[in-house]
């Protein structure tokens, strides 16, 4: 009577459907506690979280889940969605967004991603084959606040008015260096020497005046990215073109002793090549933009703008070669011209660095180049000290070999040549074309 009914196991019926037929195990059976599947139970309705009671819902029997199952049921609640993904290019648009905002095509936004490290394989994370291709995306998805001016009829028209303008004042300097030589010429014998010392000065106040205002605007325009010492390192060599060689040639004869004679005709040559230089400059930049705006890669435009790059110096160079030659025919040998011809390469790399934003290795390059020219002096009056004698031994050796001229030529051209190494690499960087310049539209400073 106390004692409870014991009910043997029975078998368990597997649900039949409408037509009676028995359904098939689903692939969300779960194994029971005594090891016997539990028929009938869907893997989405598992997946979800949906409250199974056991086999014993199922089959009339008290059977358990696993507790690894049992424990994975429980931890996903109901009505949880999975999270999808974030936008990667989306965040990134939120960091450079200023920079997106206000580029007004894709290829200053590729460019500044470019300068804050953003690589081809950087684009690739972001589902991109390159970066040309990601800042096209950011390009579409970023609202304007600014939009681009549109060009008028009358753009092409002030663009030739101001690229003679800036043409016109890239003149001036040659132009009052040729009056001051050409009165120095017609005066002689007739002006006494205070006279022509006053002339002189005049002509070199001209000469730096119009130098100053034609590098105001225009292709060679730095603004305020120009250290105040570029200057300083320009007049330098400027002046030693006009009296270091004599002043070099009385040192190593015993000297100083009394004036030296100076040697205008370099001096008038690179004064003249002021306006092809900005020609070439202005060529430069504007190949390097068109041809930015053809690249697809970084790469593809790295190697593009190089040859412009060898093309501009050479250019200018080789004019710089026939000017100097002219000079020299219009008022007598005498002067280093390979130093002055090395000289005006070093100041184009100069200013196409400092107008690129790369100021740095441009003042570098002119303070070493006249270090190397102050020091020759330097050594030879050192080495006639006593137990010094070896002071002035390297550069006995340069001028046997070259003579007085060898030390700006080796001076200028060592430092061009390092100038030219380092533009060809900071150049080819799409990051050095997205300033926008004045001197590409025309546009005064």
């Known amino acids: 009577m106390g004692r409870p009914t014991e009910v043997p196991d029975a078998p368990v019926t597997p649900a ?15 194994a029971t506690g005594a090891g016997a599947p539990v028929a009938g139970v869907p893997a989405a309705e598992a997946g979800a979280g949906a409250s199974v009671t056991g086999a014993g819902a199922a089959t009339g029997t008290g059977a358990r889940r696993a507790p690894e199952i049992a424990g994975a049921v429980a931890a996903r609640r109901p009505g949880t969605a999975r999270r999808g993904t974030a936008d990667p290019v989306k965040s990134l648009m939120h960091r450079h967004r200023q920079l997106c905002e206000r580029a007004v095509d894709p290829l200053e936004i590729a460019a500044g991603l470019e300068a804050h490290g953003v690589t081809d394989r950087v684009a690739a994370r972001y589902r991109h084959r390159d970066v040309f291709s990601l800042a096209e995306e950011l390009f579409a998805r970023m609202p304007k606040t600014v939009t681009e001016p549109a060009a008028g009829p009358g753009a092409p028209e002030r663009d030739v008015h101001t690229r003679a303008a800036w043409s016109l004042r890239a003149l001036l300097p040659g132009a009052a260096c040729v009056a001051t030589v050409g009165v120095l010429e017609l005066t002689e014998g007739a002006l006494g020497g205070g006279a022509r010392l006053a002339v002189a000065l005049t002509g070199a106040f001209l000469a730096l005046a119009a130098l100053a205002l034609a590098l105001r605007d225009g292709p060679l325009r730095a603004g305020s ?38 040697t205008p005709a370099p001096l008038l040559g690179l004064a003249l090549s002021l306006a092809p230089a900005a020609w070439c400059a202005h060529l430069f930049s504007v190949h390097a933009r068109r041809k930015l705006r053809g690249s697809r890669a970084l790469e593809e435009f790295a190697a593009g703008v190089r040859p412009l790059l ?76 006593p137990g010094l004698h070896f002071l002035a031994r390297p550069v006995d050796l340069l001028v046997v070999a070259g003579g007085t001229g060898a030390v700006p030529a080796v001076a200028c051209g060592a430092s061009a040549l390092g100038l030219l190494i380092t533009a060809t690499v900071v150049l080819s960087r799409a990051s050095a074309h997205t300033t926008a310049r004045a001197d590409e539209n025309g546009t005064t400073g």
């Not at 039949?16 to 689903?26: I, K, M, Q, R």
């Not at 390192?233 to 040192?251: D, S």
């Open 310 to 385: 060898f093309g501009a110096v050479a250019l200018h160079l080789c004019v710089l070669i026939g000017l100097l030659h002219l000079a020299r025919l219009g008022y007598g040998s005498g002067g280093a011209f390979t130093g002055a011809a090395a000289l005006g390469v070093l100041l184009l790399l100069a200013r196409l660095l400092t107008g690129h934003g790369y100021p740095g290795p441009a003042i570098a390059a002119l303070a070493t180049a006249c270090a190397v020219e102050a020091l020759a002096p330097a050594l030879i009056l050192a080495g006639r000290l």
């Open 225 to 262: 990215r120009s250290p105040f010492t570029a200057p300083l390192y320009g007049c330098w060599l400027l002046g030693y073109v006009l009296y270091g060689e004599p002043l070099l040639a009385q040192v190593l004869s015993g000297g100083p002793e009394g004036p030296w004679e100076i």
């Open 16 to 30: 039949t459907g409408g037509g009676g037929d028995a359904l098939p195990p689903t692939a969300g059976t779960l």
